[in-house]
């Protein structure tokens, strides 16, 4: 189970934090991906971090993504928020320790909505 929390509504230029806490999987074992779906667009990875912390994609270096598998959460920090970061955020647990893929998942997340207005 991934719960999901953090989104919300801000102003061009903010920042929000959102937070991805997993149970029921050994979370120490795979990477974990951040993904957005923006209204009629398809969904896009925003970033994905390794078991060990490696982040290995970035969708913009605004956006600072970790772990702390002592607490089972994932983090994406988003800075200098942009309209066109609107979308509906998801976290997901891969298959794999090494990279996420939408080939290969444990469990996404139910989403959490980032509005951010011009």
């Known amino acids: 189970e991934l719960a999901e929390s953090g989104g919300g509504s801000v102003q061009a230029g903010g920042s929000l934090r959102l937070s991805c806490t997993v149970s029921?999987?050994?979370?120490?074992?795979?990477?974990i991906g951040w993904y957005r779906q923006a209204s009629g667009k398809e969904r896009e990875e925003v970033s994905c971090?390794?078991?060990?912390?490696r982040v290995t994609g970035s969708v913009a270096d605004r956006f600072i993504t970790s772990r702390d598998n002592a607490k089972n959460t994932v983090y994406v920090q988003m800075n200098n928020l942009k309209p066109e970061d609107t979308a509906v955020y998801y976290c997901?647990?891969?298959?794999?320790?090494?990279?996420?893929?939408?080939?290969?998942?444990?469990?996404w997340g139910q989403g959490t909505q980032v509005t951010v207005s011009s």
């Open positions: 997901m647990v891969s298959g794999a320790a090494e990279f996420c893929t939408e080939h290969s998942v444990k469990a």
């Open positions: 029921g999987l050994r979370f120490d074992d795979y990477a």
């Open positions: 971090i390794t078991w060990n912390g």
